[in-house]
């Protein structure tokens, strides 16, 4: 990481700052590799009082505008510049994390509700994803498949983002 001039940044909240740092670490390889080891186990755990910040982040406007902002776009930006674009393993990445939104939006009592309380917010959330899709194919959108992702969900995200292209 030190040789790559990779550093953690935190002014990516709540979420992704992990994301953001392996993804400026994989961009420092053409053709970068990641193996799984089908022995390892993962432990994946949510606090009872709700407090984590994946569980809470959602009431937080950094998660609308700081995690976009600061987490997402600096890691397509770097890709486009030293590739000419953001590889599929990039889009993919940040499209898994992006995915969290629209599905916990479309819930009855979704999390997202910040948004709907704060038309500046909402409107600076929509900018920004803006140019997180500019760095996207609409082809991507569909075979996005790392997590189950409605069709209602993907066509909304190719006719907002993509109506030009698709």
């Not at 590739?83 to 992006?98: E, M, N, R």
């Not at 819930?107 to 600076?124: F, N, S």
Request: zero cysteines.
């Amino acid at each position: 990481l030190r040789d790559a001039g990779v550093e953690f940044d935190a002014r990516i909240r709540p979420t992704f700052e992990d994301g953001a740092l392996i993804a400026r670490y994989l961009l420092e390889f053409q053709d970068p590799t990641v193996a799984l080891v089908s022995s390892a186990i993962y432990y994946y755990r949510k606090r009872s009082s709700g407090g984590s910040l994946v569980q809470s982040g959602w009431k937080q406007k950094a998660k609308y505008f700081d995690q976009l902002y600061y987490g997402y776009l600096p890691v397509l930006r770097h890709a486009e510049k030293k590739f000419g674009k953001a590889p599929d393993w990039l889009q993919f990445t940040v499209l898994y994390d992006i995915s969290w939104y629209f599905t916990e939006d479309i819930k009855l009592q979704g999390a997202t509700d910040v948004l709907h309380h704060d038309p500046e917010l909402a409107e600076q959330f929509v900018n920004l994803l803006e140019e997180v899709f500019s760095y996207f194919t609409w082809q991507n959108i569909l075979k996005f498949n790392v997590r189950g992702l409605p069709w209602n969900i993907r066509e909304t995200l190719l006719i907002r983002f993509f109506e030009d292209r698709f």
